[in-house]
């Protein structure tokens, strides 16, 4: 399950760099729920015409796990890095800081599901910068 959180960042990261999901593999590895958010991201990237450049960190553990059950489950949670992450806005090709109420390093938690095929599936994933790590 750690290995389809990882490649669904992996994924998002590629459409992160050009603001566009075009390309990418995420429906591999996440449902529509929990590519909603970074759909928004992404739109949003696209307006404001910038890109991320960087690498965001990454430190995901399961932290509950459910396979004796109908539907597998596990729930992970991830500190995230923002630390060598920068958005570039693509007009200006200039550096955009982060706002200044960001934390650096925050907690986001994500729910994985075991799917008819074997397949471990984000089915949700929610940050919360209010956590710290």
């Keep these: 399950m750690l290995a389809s959180y990882t490649s669904m960042w992996v ?7 050009v603001a566009s999901p075009d390309g990418t593999k995420l429906d591999d590895f996440a449902t529509l729920d929990a ?14 015409h910038t890109v991320i450049r960087g690498e965001l960190g990454h430190e995901p553990e399961v932290t509950a796990l459910a396979v004796d059950v109908k539907l597998p489950t596990a729930t992970v949670e991830d500190c995230i890095d923002l630390s060598k992450w920068q958005t570039l806005d693509t007009k200006t090709n200039k550096p955009i800081p982060l706002p200044t109420a960001q934390p650096l390093r925050y907690v986001a938690t994500a729910t994985v599901e075991r ?11 929610e940050p919360d910068g209010t956590r710290t790590c």
């Design 35 to 48: 590519l909603s958010m970074f759909e928004r991201d992404l739109a949003h990237m696209k307006k404001n």
């Design 11 to 17: 994924e998002q990261m590629k459409a992160y760099r």
């Design 115 to 125: 799917w008819d095929n074997n397949r471990w599936m984000v089915t949700e994933y």
